[in-house]
């Protein structure tokens, strides 16, 4: 057993906002002081962060004056320094100012879709500056309550010219960045275009720079989707487009709650966990979550502790799971391959598929077999709960 303990290696990262989140909600406001960003910035250090992500406005206030910029960036890259932590990550808030209520990139009007440009552009510089490698883009307001408002042809068409614009312009400016997309299904709007990380995937395929974009799946989001999370993220990564990974959790068919990692389906959380560390996932792990409303900062610090936590526990338990005896039995007896058929399978060739078309497939016996599935979960269950 291993003390559970955050280490750089692991890439543990949050958001300004997630720590920096002073418990607002529609139906209430601001239940903890605001911090500022250095201060966010020890209180990571302090509970074993690796990385701070920021939006613009969470480290410069949308109107802040040019020396108040400079006093905060100082105080920020001193605390930076001061704790070792890195900003692997850095984004836009197109979302929190009105100009946005009907959309950034997807605006109907030219000059919210020109000011949202400008945004990022600058946006972009900020977190270069601060040593970003991946970019997220989250479009909360790219989307519609109504449908009679825009054309969603015309919102995939903007979207994509802004994706293409922002691509330019890093290699323009000889950016080593990576751009990260992050679906959400709805909330802040009725619907969100590109609702889930699948819809990303496909659109990145039509961009002009489809190498340099990649996702930034989010568990909670597909699991307001009703969607299998992990599967999601395996796609991404197969498709080499696991850029980025927002951690949290979330109970299916309510709002977006940003729960602790792990804290609502453990088993959920235990797949995922197995599913990066067998394939090596190298990028961060960014836990975008807040702590309950009744917190104090002191209920903060054991959010952010409670989300590595859990995530070193999971992490534990997959190891136990690729090492126990019985799990592997049934795993190898269930996955043997049959080597009479096994090079008929692969590439095409009409050999191939005249020997496929002659075999006689004995159904009953083939599917008369039990898989032991129950046994295996039921085993899954088992060690997760601590009981192997
Ligand atoms: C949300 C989103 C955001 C984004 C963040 C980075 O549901 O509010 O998950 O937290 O991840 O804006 O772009
Ligand atoms: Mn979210
Ligand atoms: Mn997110």
Known sequence: MTTLLPKPEHKFTFGLWTVGSVGRDPFGSAVRDPKTPAELVYLLGEVGAYGVNFHDNDLIPIDATPA??????KDFRKALADTGLVVPMATTNLFGDPIFKDGAFTSNDPKVRAYALQKTMRAIDLGVEFGAKVYVFWGGREGTETDSSKSAVDAIKRNREAMNFFCEYAIDHQYDLKFALEA???????????PTTGHM????????????????????????????????VAQAWEAGKLFHIDLNDQYPG???QDLRFGSRDIKAAFYLVKFLEDVGYDA??????????????????????????????LKEKAQLFNADPDIQAILTEINAEDPAIAPLFGKYSAEKANAIKAITFDRSSISNRGLKYER???????LILGYR
Do not use: S
Request: glycine letters at 6%; proline letters at 6%.
């Open 68 to 73: 108040e910029e400079e006093a905060i960036k």
């Open 184 to 194: 959400k299904p709805n909330e802040p709007r009725g619907d969100i275009y590109n």
């Open 201 to 232: 995937l496909a659109f990145i395929e039509t961009l002009d720079h489809p190498e340099m974009v990649g996702v930034n799946p989010e568990v909670a989001h597909e699991h307001m989707a009703g969607i299998n999370f992990m599967h999601g």
């Open 254 to 256: 309510r709002y977006d």
């Open 284 to 313: 961060p792990r960014h836990f975008d979550a807040h702590a309950f409303r009744t917190e104090d900062y002191e209920g903060v610090k054991d959010f952010a502790r409670g989300c590595m936590r859990t995530y070193l526990m």
């Open 376 to 382: 295996l979960d039921q085993l899954t269950i088992d």
